[in-house]
């Protein structure tokens, strides 16, 4: 694959309710569509989106008879991985990130569907640092993702260079763990999780340790369950004077 394409062979497990839901699912319309099946007596229709945002396209699933099992959908496809910018967040021949706002995966518009994640991801190269939710592990040039607990998205990051900082409950990834937002965002992370986790009684053992990772990109910071993703803010960061506490 090029840098920045993906190609992909999805499968979603639906109740016989959620099968039934008329909201469907958005997948960005600069993929194609190579296979879209919903089982038997289904039937699939795709149109253009504006929603949750453009370039979008809907994939809607109808059924002859009301599904009494659980359904099983594949969607296979392949195209570009896009930021909502037409930019590439970050360089690609040091890694990539990809989240809902690049619709490379097919997924609810309007935020409706918790899901749990069984992924493989080929193709990152070994020297990347691959960052997500759950357990990650690595075979090769795959990326393995076991996901137990349910999230609207399923954000990704490998890069280059990326070093881990271990504290309690938490991990930072960062390439310069000692720069002057890496090092306050690792003071405080583990002090951030035993804040909550003695607020709310104690945080599922799924959902730790929380990830968070800085990556060398502009643009906002957005965070998911057990995971947070944060610009260097490099050139923001040389307009204050002083320490970051």
Do not use: C
């Amino acid at each position: 694959l090029k840098a920045q394409t993906v190609a992909a062979d999805v499968a979603i497990t639906l109740s016989p309710a959620q099968a039934m839901d008329p909201t469907g699912f958005v997948i960005s319309d600069k993929i194609k569509l190579e296979k879209v099946d919903g089982g038997p007596g289904a039937h699939v229709k795709v149109e253009p989106s504006d929603k949750p945002f453009k370039g979008v396209n809907k994939i809607s699933f109808t059924y002859d008879k009301a599904p009494t099992r659980p359904v099983t959908l594949r969607i296979r496809y392949a195209g570009p991985v896009n930021g909502d910018d037409d930019h590439a967040r970050i360089d690609t021949s040091q890694g990539i990130e990809v989240g809902f706002e690049d619709v490379w995966a097919p997924v609810r518009p309007n935020f409706g569907l918790m899901f749990t994640v069984d992924a493989d991801l080929s193709g990152i190269p070994a020297d990347q640092v691959a960052v997500a939710q759950g357990r990650v592990t690595r075979k090769g040039d795959h990326i393995l993702i076991h996901r137990q607990f349910e999230d609207i998205d399923m954000p990704v990051a490998a890069l280059s260079g990326l070093k881990v900082t271990r504290e309690t409950g938490a991990e930072v990834y960062a390439r310069n763990p000692d720069g002057v937002l890496e090092g306050a965002v690792r003071r405080h992370a583990g002090q951030i999780v035993a804040f909550y986790e003695k607020l709310y009684g104690g945080l599922p053992a799924s959902s730790l340790p929380e990830r968070l990772v800085v990556l060398p990109r502009v643009g906002a910071a957005y965070a998911r369950r057990a995971y947070i993703s944060l610009p260097d803010g490099a050139d923001e960061l040389k307009k204050i004077p002083g320490p970051i506490p």
